[in-house]
């Protein structure tokens, strides 16, 4: 892959918690890159360090050595400050749960990071935005008024808002039925297929990863082969030979 | 039970800690209240307890109450002395002798007492003054002052100094200094000492004394000789054992120490009040946060009355631990009340601290109690919790809004009632019942608060959504939990209702003693003590009006002297006034019959209300008790509607002297000679007045500063006092905030990993903590306003209504800065709270 073209990457990326007998190694000399305007899937079992990886890229958390990309910004070479900055800018997440802020309306969730950053949300996007996941008749309704579905479609909806560079998405329906599931996942491809969004996503879930341009494997913290544009039944044999 | 309670302290240690400071901080201040005034009264009792050791017997003019009494007539000190058991009978006269140091400052006063003695040879060893350097006074030029005053005028024997006395100002040389036993310092009060005849022409006592100290011949007994020495007794005299002398002198100390020590512990009460609100709230927030694991106890089979108990056992646990740690910290506060006694100007220096065991059994009774009264309705809100709750979201029933409705009101209600009951109607102890209506009112809003919380915060909030998402969600946060935050606020609103019926009481007297000035006075100057003073302790030298008078420049000088007395049909002590010269020309006494021109010797001039009280009018008799307990027996002259001078009997200063021993003025006006300009000729007047260190000439103007800066002294000490009860409410959003923040772990991390600056976060907390605080200091000022109203509308008698708006706003603001204050660390620990910690999904 064409490092030059990569939304986000690490290089030899390591990151060790702990210290001694409680050592645990997340990332062990990992180096994967992202393409822009694709729709990747993560995937492995659990404990393979699919979130730590993803949270050393979007800088949430430093990586222990090595280095991690956001186009090509170091990360490790940020403060606190630039890191939410960086956050606040380039990257929009979408996570498993607890995902919006209960006191806030839909659309005030929404618009949260561009109300962080002091702006106004660029009116045509944000309807744009909305319409595409669906939540025009939801605005008005706090998070506890909403669906499972509902709440992560504003996820995705507050992720997409502020046009970021990234968007990564920690097993987004993990939790949800899979018909809402399905939905959501269908809302993120066409995010990607329409507006060039690019997207990362952990997930364990074979038929979730089928929606992705490719799927790269994780296992021990270490890359354990990819496929690109898999249908699930493919995804599932590459999981049983992986063993 | 107990060692799940145990388990439970110590799971929710750090949020314990911070309800635990407020238990300390209450108790300290009860216990240091009672340190305090215990360490006064100890050396007080210390210095006392010697002072008439090896006196068998006094002779005394009576005293039934107040201040003066008389004196006794100089012959019976010859006549005690011929007495064949007697072996000595030394006559003492006392009087009030202010020292002035070499820069013509008075040397102590301001609050503790000047005392002047007389030195006889053969009461040597019957006083407890001890020479420690020099020699007693021998001549009527010699002068032996005790070694405080010494130290604080840096004065040697040798020296000359300059003494106030009720005669004059007149110079000594110091013969001597003198200690109060081994004591150096008699709590602040200065001694003048003077040759007996020097003393008697310098306390105005000529022919007369004040006590006669017996000692009797080894063997005889002194209850016989007391027998004899009464049989020649003339009336207003008795004779008392040494014992009675001591306990009398320890007695009216004690009197006044118990003052202090009331009002500090009614400070020190709302303190464990304010407290009771935080550990309320606690309490509330930890059964709220293991509901989860009250219902596991109570699927598994416990009954409600056991996880009551535990909830109690564990404010047990607290209250007890803080108590003590309280009691302990109550020594810092005494040292604090000393010290802040002394900011103010009422230095009151004492030796060693005393720590009885009374104060630890009140300080850990109160801080138990407290504990246990505020954690039982969360206790039974804990036991309330159905099993179910174990296994899903369902939170323990909540009380109806119509239930909170009625109750608030029903509480607010009456506790207001009181209030009014108390100051309108005035049954019982009038003061004890407005304190507890007061509390009641507070409770009662308290329980109101959280349903106008939300609407508060909105409305109030308002401004901060123009800042943005951050102020947004501070709102929000605010409005969140309305008990919570009602709560947090109700115990920020205690204490600022209290410091604004303060203010509004302050703002109306300032107010309308200005008003009174302006209106009711006609003199061009005044003069007046320059320092704080009881009146029964110090005053103007009576010298100083017949310098005055001499002037060329002056008119008239009307003066005034204050005595208390017992009124006929209600038994009640009220103050009288002794008048000189021509007061009715100076100060307007609005009439409502006869006039004050009529006043001479055996007459009177009284306030409607006493002419009420007797049912009299003009020329009817009237008969009242004096200090000395002996009756006066006046005829109307005059009634008048209002007192400007707060007196409500005025008579004339020869009948006045005739009844009452005191001799010093409480104020002299001057009124200037036709054909002056009074700024003109003030120089020459001033020049009167510099003689007598401590008085201090003022106009009309000047006069109402000084009297605006006196009431603020006193109340601002009040204020400063409070001041603590406003910490602990502060603690409670401080801990409110913290546990809210670990509540919200999950949204914080939420809107920090989506760009939000650590700044932000610390910002957003802070608006809420002002929110929280700015609800709490609205609702502080409308209580206080009512019951501040409600108070000065009660005390009438030409008080006006004024509050003081901008003062009010200044506490608000200043209550909104103490929750900046209060939210500094929580604000700080949110910001820095892991991201990833936060948003972890387990
Ligand atoms: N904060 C942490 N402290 C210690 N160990 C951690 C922490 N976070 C993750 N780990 C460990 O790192 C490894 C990878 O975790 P994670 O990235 O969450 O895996 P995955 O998301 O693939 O399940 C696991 O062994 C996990 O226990
Ligand atoms: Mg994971």
Redesign the interface.
């Known amino acids: 892959m064409n490092v030059e073209n990569a939304a986000a990457r690490v290089e030899n990326a390591s990151k060790v918690y702990g210290a001694g007998d409680t050592e645990v190694t997340a990332l062990d000399g990992l180096t994967v890159a992202f393409e822009r305007g694709r729709f990747s899937a993560i995937m492995g079992p659990s404990g393979s360090g699919k979130s730590t990886l993803l949270h050393c890229l979007a800088g949430l958390d430093y990586l222990t050595s090595g280095d991690a990309f956001i186009g090509d910004i170091r990360l490790g070479d940020l403060s606190e400050r630039e890191l939410t900055l960086l956050r606040r800018k380039k990257v929009g997440f979408v996570f498993q749960a607890f995902n919006l802020i209960p006191t806030l309306d839909a659309a005030e969730n929404i618009t949260l990071p561009v109300a962080i950053a002091g702006e106004t949300p660029d009116k045509d996007w944000y309807e744009t935005v909305v319409e595409t996941m669906r939540l025009g008749d939801r605005l008005d309704h706090r998070p506890s008024e909403l669906s499972g579905g509902q709440q992560q479609r504003v996820a995705a909806a507050r992720a997409l808002v502020s046009r970021p560079e990234i968007i990564f998405a920690d097993e987004p329906s993990g939790n949800l039925d899979s018909k809402s599931g399905e939905e959501l996942l269908g809302f993120m491809r066409k995010a990607v297929d329409e507006f060039g969004q690019t997207i990362v996503m952990v997930t364990h879930d074979p038929r979730a990863a089928a929606w992705a341009d490719r799927v790269v494997f994780l296992a021990d913290g270490r890359g354990d082969g990819e496929l690109a544009s898999p249908t699930s039944d493919q995804i599932l044999e590459f999981l049983k030979s992986m063993g | 039970m107990l060692r799940i309670a145990l388990k439970g302290v110590l799971a929710h240690k750090v949020r314990l800690a911070m309800t635990a400071l407020a238990i300390v901080l209450g108790v300290a201040f009860v216990s240091g209240t009672y340190v305090f005034t215990d360490s006064i009264q100890r050396s007080f009792d210390s210095l006392m307890s010697d002072v008439n050791e090896g006196v068998d017997l006094y002779v005394r003019g009576t005293t039934e109450f107040g201040f003066g009494g008389v004196r006794i007539d100089e012959a019976l000190v010859d006549r005690v002395r011929d007495l064949p058991e007697v072996a000595v009978a030394a006559p003492s006269v006392e009087g009030i002798a202010q020292l002035v140091d070499e820069q013509g400052e008075p040397i102590g006063g301001n609050g503790p007492p000047t005392f002047g003695f007389s030195y006889v040879p053969e009461g040597e060893g019957l006083t407890p003054l001890v020479i420690r350097e020099g020699d007693w006074p021998r001549s009527p030029t010699e002068v032996v002052v005790d070694a405080f005053a010494a130290d604080a005028g840096s004065i040697e024997v040798g020296d000359v100094i300059e003494v106030i006395l009720p005669i004059g100002t007149e110079v000594f040389t110091i013969s001597g200094i003198a200690t109060f036993g081994d004591a150096e310092n008699l709590l602040g009060a200065t001694l003048a000492v003077f040759e007996f005849e020097t003393a008697q022409r310098a306390f105005d006592a000529a022919g007369s004394v004040d006590t006669i100290a017996v000692v009797v011949f080894p063997g005889a007994d002194p209850a016989l000789v007391a027998a004899q020495i009464a049989d020649f007794l003339p009336d207003r005299a008795e004779v008392v054992t040494g014992e009675q002398q001591t306990d009398d002198d320890v007695g009216e100390f004690t009197e006044g120490l118990s003052f202090i020590n009331t009002i500090l512990l009614v400070i020190g009460g709302v303190a464990v009040f304010v407290g009771a609100f935080l550990i309320q709230n606690t309490f509330r927030i930890i059964v709220a946060q293991r509901i989860r694991e009250l219902a596991l106890l109570r699927a598994i089979g416990a009954t409600r009355g056991q996880v009551t108990r535990m909830v109690v056992l564990e404010a047990l646990a607290v209250g007890l631990v803080a108590s003590a740690v309280g009691v302990g910290a109550g020594i810092l506060i005494a040292l604090g009340l000393k010290a802040a006694f002394a900011g103010f100007g009422f230095g009151i220096p004492t030796t060693g601290i005393v720590l009885l065991p009374r104060t630890i059994v009140v300080g850990m009774t109160v801080g138990i109690v407290v504990t246990i009264a505020a954690a039982l309705v969360p206790a039974r809100r804990a036991a309330r919790t159905p099993p179910i709750a174990a296994l899903r979201d369902v939170a323990a029933p909540p009380r109806s809004l119509g239930t909170r409705i009625a109750a608030g009101t029903a509480v607010t209600g009456m506790g207001f009632s009181l209030v009014l009951l108390g100051l309108f109607v005035q049954f019982g102890n009038a003061v004890a019942v407005v304190g507890i209506g007061a509390l009641v009112t507070f409770t009662g809003v308290s329980i109101l608060a959280p349903l106008v919380a939300a609407a508060f915060a909105r409305s109030a909030g308002a401004p901060l959504r123009r800042m943005?998402?951050?102020g947004?969600?501070a709102q929000?946060?605010a409005?969140?939990r309305p008990r919570r935050t009602a709560a947090t606020a109700s115990a920020l609103m205690i204490g600022v209702a209290l410091v604004s019926v303060i203010a509004v009481f302050q703002g109306s007297a300032k107010a309308s003693v200005a008003a009174a000035f302006r209106e009711d006075n006609r003199s061009d100057f005044q003069v007046q003590l320059g320092s704080f003073g009881d009146p029964a302790s110090s005053g103007l030298s009576p010298a100083l009006t017949a310098d005055l008078r001499e002037l060329e420049v002056v008119g008239s000088v009307a003066r005034g002297r204050l005595g208390e007395y017992r009124s006929g049909p209600d038994g009640g002590l009220k103050f009288m006034l002794g008048v000189d010269g021509p007061i009715g020309e100076q100060v307007v006494f609005e009439m409502a019959d006869g006039s004050l021109g009529d006043l001479g010797p055996g007459t009177a001039v009284i306030s409607a209300a006493e002419a009420r009280a007797f049912d009299v009018g003009l020329g009817d008799f009237v008969r009242v008790q004096v200090s000395s307990g002996a009756y006066m027996e006046l005829t109307v002259v005059g009634v008048f509607e209002a007192a400007p001078i707060g007196a409500s009997l005025v008579i004339d200063l020869a009948t006045y002297e005739q009844y009452n021993s005191f001799r010093l003025d409480q104020f002299a006006y001057v009124q200037v000679a036709d054909g002056f300009a009074a700024e003109e000729v003030r120089p020459a007047i001033e020049e009167v007045v510099a003689g007598y260190p401590n008085a201090k000439l003022t106009n009309t103007e000047e006069l109402i500063a000084d009297t605006e800066d006196q009431i603020d002294t006193i109340l601002n000490l009040l204020v400063v006092l409070l001041g603590f009860a406003l910490v602990i409410a502060l603690l409670g959003i401080v801990n409110t905030l913290a546990l809210s923040i670990a509540e919200r772990r999950?949204?914080i991390g939420?809107?920090?990993?989506?760009?939000?600056?650590?700044r932000?976060v610390r910002r957003m907390i802070r608006w809420e903590a002002v929110l929280i605080a700015v609800f709490g200091g609205v609702l502080g000022l409308v209580v206080g306003v009512v019951l501040g109203s409600a108070l000065v509308l009660a005390i009438g008698q030409g008080f006006t209504l004024a509050i003081p708006w901008v003062q009010l706003i200044v506490y608000l603001v200043l209550a909104a800065l103490g929750g900046v204050l209060a939210a500094w660390i929580p604000a700080r620990r949110g910001a820095r709270m892991k991201?990833?910690d936060a948003?972890a999904?387990e």
């Open positions: 943005g998402i951050v947004r969600l929000e946060n409005i969140r999950r949204e939420l809107v920090r990993a989506v760009g939000m600056e650590r932000q991201i990833l948003i999904y």
